[in-house]
T-cell receptor, first 113, second 113 residues
Framework: AQTVTQSQPEMSVQEAETVTLSCTYD???????LFWYKQPPSRQMILVIR??????QNATENRFSVNFQKAAKSFSLKISDSQLGDAAMYFC??????????FGTGTSLTVIP | EADIYQTPRYLVIGTGKKITLECSQT?????MYWYQQDPGMELHLIHY???????EKGDLSSESTVSRIRTEHFPLTLESARPSHTSQYLC????????????FGPGTRLLVL
């Protein structure tokens, strides 16, 4: 069964605008971690932002922020003031307590100049 | 970016050949992982290790093997490569403030003819 679902295979955004990438997950645990990773074309996958489930406050890293809805099991990523360098595949990931990670199928983000 | 390295970056090889994909990290992380990634698909865990002399198979059935003789080194071996092994292979290790974040290598793109 799919643990992490990203329902948007592709998204596009105008440069300087805001875009939101969706992610839902399935778990029966109360304590876990959620992540958004960015993978530019032919480049290394890097961490964008992480959220600890027991923290109610949404994580923020500069232009990147999340909307974490624990009850709804939703973890969306908002990118503000989009830049050309934001173009990449974005993966949502869930970490179980056993140190195993589960990834979504990714969202390909295009930034239009 | 994290100090995790993979070689080779690209490999084209004939069916039946034995190959070893190298992964090393200089961060002293105990937990390391190998994923297989196909376009438009989620990352599939094929092997992981929680430390020296510890290796486990992941969710994806694989004909590969791994070893963990040193903390910093986690090579993946295919005894007899097949076209179905054509994919990208990502190595990762866990670190971060609470030891909860995965850091990825640049990946090895494998093509088996």
């Amino acid at each position: 069964a799919q643990t992490v679902t990203q329902s948007q295979p592709e998204m596009s955004v105008q440069e300087a605008e805001t875009v939101t990438l969706s992610c839902t997950y399935d778990t029966s645990e109360s304590d876990y971690y959620l992540f958004w990773y960015k993978q530019p074309p032919s480049r290394q996958m890097i961490l964008v932002i992480r959220q600890e489930a027991y923290k109610q406050q949404n994580a923020t890293e500069n232009r990147f922020s999340v909307n974490f809805q624990k009850a709804a099991k939703s973890f969306s990523l908002k990118i503000s003031d989009s830049q050309l360098g934001d173009a990449a595949m974005y993966f949502c990931a869930y970490r179980r307590g056993s140190n195993q990670f589960y990834f979504g199928t990714g969202t390909s983000l295009t930034v239009i100049p | 970016e994290a100090d995790i390295y993979q070689t080779p970056r690209y490999l084209v090889i004939g069916t039946g050949k034995k190959i070893t994909l190298e992964c090393s990290q200089t961060m002293g992380h105990d937990k390391m992982y190998w994923y297989q990634q196909d376009p438009g698909m989620e990352l599939h865990l094929i092997h992981y290790s929680y430390g020296v002399n510890s290796t486990e198979k992941g969710d994806l059935s694989s004909e590969s093997t791994v070893s963990r003789i040193r903390t910093e080194h986690f090579p993946l071996t295919l005894e007899s490569a097949r076209p179905s092994h054509t994919s990208q292979y990502l190595c990762a290790s866990i670190g971060g403030p609470g030891g909860e974040t995965q850091y990825f290598g640049p990946g090895t793109r494998l093509l088996v003819l």
